[in-house]
Each structure stands twice: as C-alpha cells, then as structure tokens.
T-cell receptor
Framework: RKEVEQDPGPFNVPEGATVAFNCTYS??????FFWYRQDCRKEPKLLMS???SGNEDGRFTAQLNRASQYISLLIRDSKLSDSATYLC?????????FGSGTKLNVKP | ETGVTQTPRHLVMGMTNKKSLKCEQH?????MYWYKQSAKKPLELMFV???????ENNSVPSRFSPECPNSSHLFLHLHTLQPEDSALYLC?????????????????FGPGTRLTVL
C-alpha cells in the first residue's frame, strides 16, 4: 500500500466552480501534513500546511481527519490560474511522502 | 539570493561524463534533500541530510553520489549515468520548528535541474 494516495485526475472544472481534493495516508503516527502546488515543468510550491483544526487561506480550505487518516483541500471560486497539479504530502518520522498528485484544469 | 537555488538549471551529458549538481539554501535550515521526478511520475526521494549527516539513502544507484559540505550546500555528483536517469532533479530544505505547540517543518524546493542523458 502506498504511504499517500490521492484522487486520480484530471479534474476539469469551469471558472468559478468549487472543487475538492482528497488524500489518505497509511501511517497513523504521521506528524504533519501539507498541500503543494506544482505547475508544469516547475518545482512544487507550498500551498498550505494542514493543521488538526483545519485552516483556511482565502479561497483555499484544508482539513485533517486523523481518525480516518484523511486530508482534504477545497478550492472555492476557481480561477484559470489555479490550473496545476496538487500534491498531498505527509511527514512521518521526518520522512516526507508525496502523493502522485491530482491535476486540475480550470476552463473558461 | 533567497530561498533555495540550484545550478545548473539544464544539463545535457553523455553516459561517460562526470558532472555535479549544486544546491544552496539561504533559509538557515538544517535538513536538505535530493528528489528525482521523471516525466508523469511522482517525486522520488533520493537522499536526506540532517545536520550535514546523511540520514537516508533510498536505494539509489551508486552512480549518484551526494555530498553535503555544510548545512547550506548540497551536491549531487553524477557519473556513468544511463538515459533512464533523465529527469528533473529537485533539491529541498526544511527545518523543524515548534511554534505555539504546532510543529512547522515545511519543505521548500529549488527550481530543479533538468537533466538529459544521451
């Protein structure tokens, strides 16, 4: 079983839509959680850290459910510029495990 | 310079060449990482250095040789590579900080070196 599993993509949505990505992780002792964004042929960039209480940054909301070992990212009012691959990342005992990513295409 | 820098940004080499990739972080972090990302594949962790000591070698072939002379610099020495080693090589750094009872240990990535082995 993979350490981190994400929804398969791509997600094709119109501008203004709300889209949700899910991610599950296998190690219940994992200590920290992140969402990264990666544009084509570029490096991953940190989008949000995910805290146990859930956190929001503008149009982006991240939630963590430790009991179900599940992380989510919600994007509201999608913009064309949100088109990218979104990576779920879990830190377990100082090892960072990356999901394979979910591709989002926001269309006009 | 800020953040994490990598040089060169692009590299084309033959299978018999020897080359080195360089990474420098200006964030005061104490851990550095090498990742490989092949086309349409997830990131693969190669090496981890913490406080200049290698703490992880993820079954990487010996034709890849890392070096961490100090906490700000990380090198990846390449020799007798194969065409399947062509990929984007990413360096990252992190520092575990506890603030307000919350562990903050985000990784920050350099722009990567796009390597082509002929």
């Amino acid at each position: 079983r993979k350490e981190v599993e994400q929804d398969p993509g791509p997600f094709n949505v119109p501008e203004g839509a709300t889209v949700a990505f899910n991610c599950t992780y296998s190690n219940s002792a994992s200590q920290s959680f992140f969402w990264y964004r990666q544009d084509c042929r570029k490096e991953p960039k940190l989008l949000m850290s995910v805290y146990s209480s859930g956190n929001e940054d503008g149009r982006f909301t991240a939630q963590l459910n430790r009991a179900s070992q599940y992380i989510s990212l919600l994007i509201r009012d999608s913009k064309l510029s949100d088109s990218a691959t979104y990576l779920c990342v879990v830190n377990s005992f100082n090892k960072f495990y990356f999901g394979s990513g979910t591709k989002l295409n926001v269309k006009p | 310079e800020t953040g994490v820098t990598q040089t060169p940004r692009h590299l084309v080499m033959g299978m018999t060449n020897k080359k080195s990739l360089k990474c420098e972080q200006h964030l005061g972090h104490n851990a550095m990482y090498w990742y490989k990302q092949s086309a349409k594949k997830p990131l693969e962790l190669m090496f981890v250095y913490s406080l200049e000591e290698r703490v992880e070698n993820n079954s990487v072939p010996s034709r890849f040789s890392p070096e961490c002379p100090n906490s700000s610099h990380l090198f990846l020495h390449l020799h007798t590579l194969q065409p399947e080693d062509s990929a984007l090589y990413l360096c990252a750094s992190s520092q575990e900080v506890v603030a307000g009872g919350v562990v903050r240990d985000e990784q920050f990535f350099g722009p990567g070196t796009r390597l082509t082995v002929l």
